[in-house]
C-alpha cells in the first residue's frame, strides 16, 4: 500500500513538472492533454514501479505530444522546441537518444494510435457558444487543468470534463448558468 501511494505521489509530481514545463516553453492547451494521455494510456498496459522510468515516460510523452501538435506552432517561435528541452525536464537523467528509445516504445505500446479527444477543443467551443467573459475562460481552462493530476478523472469523458469545467467557472463567478453541452456527435 505505501508503494501505491508513493507511486501516486511520484505521478502527480511528474503532472505537475509536465505542466510547468508546458508554461514554461508556451506550447499549446492540446499538447499537455495529449502528454499526459499517452503517458495514462501506456501506464494503463505497463505497469512501472521506478520513479526513474516513470518521469522518462512521462517526458517523452510531452516530447511525442509536442511533435504531434506543435509543429506549426514552432515556426513562428523564436526559439524553437527541441530534444534537448525536454532532456532538461528531468535535469538531463535521460540522453536524446534515450529519449528517442522510448518514443519508439511507447508509440508501439499505444499502437502509434496518438487519436484523442482532447477537453480543449470541447471548452473552447462551449466558450465561444457561452460567448464567455476572460475570467471565465480563465476559470474554466484552471479547473480543467487540476484534473489532470487525479487518476480517476482519466476515465472521464472529454467533453464532460470541459462542461464541468465550465459549470464550475460560472458557479464560482456566479454568473448566470445556461447549460452548453456538446455532443461527442458535432
Request: hydrophobic share 40%; aromatic share 12%; with cysteine.
Amino acid at each position: 500500500m505505501h508503494e501505491k501511494a508513493n507511486m501516486n505521489q511520484a505521478y502527480n509530481q511528474i503532472i505537475d513538472d509536465l505542466i510547468k514545463f508546458h508554461e514554461i516553453k508556451q506550447l499549446l492547451p492540446e499538447t499537455l492533454y495529449l502528454a499526459v494521455s499517452i503517458f495514462r494510456r501506456f501506464l494503463s498496459v505497463k505497469q512501472v514501479t521506478d520513479y526513474d522510468e516513470l518521469l522518462h515516460i512521462g517526458v517523452t510523452a510531452m516530447f511525442i505530444a509536442s511533435k504531434y501538435e506543435e509543429s506549426e506552432s514552432q515556426e513562428e517561435k523564436e526559439e524553437p522546441i527541441n530534444i534537448a528541452d525536454f532532456c532538461g525536464i528531468a535535469n538531463r537523467k535521460f540522453l536524446k537518444k534515450e529519449i528517442v528509445q522510448k518514443e519508439l516504445d511507447i508509440l508501439d505500446i499505444v499502437q502509434f494510435d496518438l487519436h484523442y479527444f482532447n477537453p480543449v477543443h470541447f471548452l473552447e467551443r462551449l466558450l465561444k457558444e457561452a460567448n464567455a467573459d476572460k475570467k471565465t475562460c480563465k476559470l474554466s481552462y484552471y479547473l480543467m487543468k487540476i484534473s489532470l493530476v487525479d487518476h480517476q478523472l482519466a476515465l472521464v469523458c472529454s467533453s464532460y470534463l470541459a462542461d464541468t469545467a465550465f459549470y464550475f467557472a460560472h458557479q464560482i463567478l456566479d454568473n448566470s448558468w445556461v447549460c452548453y453541452h456538446v455532443s461527442r456527435d458535432l
